[in-house]
Every structure is written in structure tokens, then in C-alpha cells.
């Protein structure tokens, strides 16, 4: 009898303790997501903060490319980055499109088209609070952490370091073994079919989301010359910019090429990329102006 009274008594404190964290998951979890163990934490932690955070005036879906345009080199606060480390910039754009609020810009990274939407992460993050409520309490509380830990600079906190950082000269890195790879790999490919596909969804995902209010814009990171002119990106260039012919999809990017450098030929390095930042937003300031 003894034995039984433990038993009873342990079965009733677990289910309290389970009672009070569906609870306090329910309080003060909404929105926060566990990646899946497939996914990177970061790629994780920049989406559950997008669903857990107020919305954003403007988010940029993208690839690796876009991710190196951190959010602290905005002045922009209200700005979010999803490119996805190794993914599609239709990913980030379907997780914002399934949202029930939308930012009041969209700007799509018309770079990297090849890659195909990562539907695990999707359903993941556009299916709202899907999970059961028990499930979830361990699972909140480790993204809460994660996010505290990893919280996002501003651009009031890193202001001085980005102007000392623009002052400096252009870096002198010699990159060519990785930039003579990284072109060997853009003209072995051909992404017409690829292109062609993702330039239709994105199409279709631009008609529904401005039937809903907001506006999306197209915009091409520079690459490096050699890189400009290969097949790979030679070929998506002309197929997205015939996919959207209209001038006013895109948002001009104007810098001083003579000033970027590239880790690979692809990637912007740290001071390119800050550069590039600041251009995206004159030209933002531009959009908004006649929006």
C-alpha cells in the first residue's frame, strides 16, 4: 500500500508539473519554434524570431549571398533577414507569405534560383501553433534561451565600428583558388529548368502577397566580374529579368564596384557587404518614397 501511495503521489506531481508548463508554454512560448535536428540553429533561431518578434516593416528572404547583409548594418529597425545559409530564397518567401500579417516590404534575392524550396522548414514555420501543448514546453524554453543568447546587434551598437570599418581600403585578400572554384562551378551548370520554375512561383507568390497589401521587390547582389559572366549567372539574369521586365520590380543597387571584394567571388566579405547594405537602403528610402 505504501508503494502504491508513492506511486499515486509521484503520478499526480508529474502531472502538475506537466499542467504548469503546458501553461506557462501557452503564456509565454507562442511563436517560439525548436529547429528540426536536419536544420542549422541559425537558420532556426532568425525564423522563430521572426515569428515570435513584432512584424517587421521589412524582411529580405534570400541565400547565402543575402545572409552576408546582416541586420545591424540597416538603420532601418524594423528590418529582418532570412536568407537561409545553403537554401532558396522561395523558402523564406513562402514562410512569410503563409503568415497571417505581412511586412510592408518584401525584398527577394534574385541571385541563387536553383535550389528547391525546403518544405520541412516551411510547414515547420507556417503551421502556427500545430504542435500539441505538451510537446512544446522544453522545446520553448530551449529557443527562448537560444534567442536571449544570441539576441541581434543594432545599428546603434555596432555604428562606430561599421564607419571605422567602411574607412578602411579595400582588403588585399588573394582569393583566386577559391574564386577560379567558385566559376569552374557556375559554367559547368545550367539552371535554366531550375530558373524557370522558381521565376513562375515567385511570380505567383508576388500576385498573392500585394493582393494583401504589401510590395515585393526584386535585387541582385554583385558578384565578382568573372563571376557576372558565367553561364550560371548569365543564364538566371536573363531568364528572371524576362520573368519581370518591369523596372519598378527591382531595387537598383548602386555602388562602386571598384570597392567590393568577394571571400570567393561570390560571397561579399565584411566591409563589401556593409557597403552594399547602405545601398539597398537609399534605394529602399527611394521605394518607399513613391509607394
Not at 194 to 223: D, H, N, T
Not at 263 to 276: K, P, Q, Y
Amino acid at each position: 500500500m505504501s508503494a502504491v501511495r508513492w506511486l499515486i503521489k509521484c503520478g499526480a506531481g508529474a502531472a502538475i508539473v506537466l499542467s504548469a508548463c503546458g501553461f506557462a508554454t501557452v503564456r509565454f512560448g507562442s511563436g517560439l519554434q525548436m529547429p528540426a535536428t536536419t536544420t542549422r540553429d541559425g537558420t532556426l533561431i532568425t525564423l522563430s524570431r521572426y515569428l515570435r518578434e513584432p512584424l517587421p516593416d521589412v524582411v529580405l528572404v534570400g541565400s547565402s549571398i543575402t545572409l552576408r547583409l546582416r541586420e545591424e548594418y540597416f538603420v532601418t529597425p524594423k528590418l529582418r533577414n532570412l536568407a537561409l545559409s545553403g537554401g532558396s530564397p522561395l523558402t523564406g518567401l513562402e514562410i512569410v507569405a503563409n503568415q497571417p500579417q505581412l511586412p510592408s516590404f518584401i525584398l527577394v534575392e534574385a541571385n541563387v534560383l536553383v535550389r528547391q524550396t525546403d518544405a520541412a522548414l516551411v510547414e515547420r514555420y507556417s503551421r502556427g501553433d500545430a504542435e500539441p501543448l505538451f510537446f512544446r514546453p522544453i522545446r520553448a524554453a530551449v529557443a527562448a534561451y537560444e534567442q536571449r543568447l544570441h539576441a541581434p546587434l543594432t545599428h546603434e551598437q555596432v555604428s562606430l565600428e561599421l564607419r571605422r570599418l567602411i574607412g578602411q581600403r579595400p582588403s588585399d585578400f588573394d582569393n583566386r583558388v577559391y574564386a577560379d572554384r567558385a566559376l569552374q562551378q557556375s559554367n559547368a551548370e545550367d539552371p535554366t529548368d531550375a530558373v524557370q520554375i522558381s521565376a513562375k512561383w515567385i511570380g505567383k507568390l508576388i500576385r498573392i502577397m500585394e493582393q494583401r497589401g504589401a510590395r515585393v521587390l526584386l535585387f541582385e547582389l554583385p558578384y565578382s566580374e568573372p563571376i557576372e559572366g558565367s553561364r550560371h549567372a548569365a543564364i538566371t539574369r536573363e531568364i528572371i529579368h524576362a520573368a519581370f521586365p518591369d523596372s519598378n520590380r527591382w531595387l537598383s543597387i548602386e555602388v562602386n564596384r571598384g570597392e567590393l571584394r568577394w571571400a570567393d567571388g561570390v560571397h561579399l566579405d565584411e566591409r563589401s557587404a556593409v557597403i552594399v547594405a547602405q545601398a539597398m537602403e537609399r534605394a529602399l528610402a527611394l521605394a518607399r518614397a513613391v509607394k
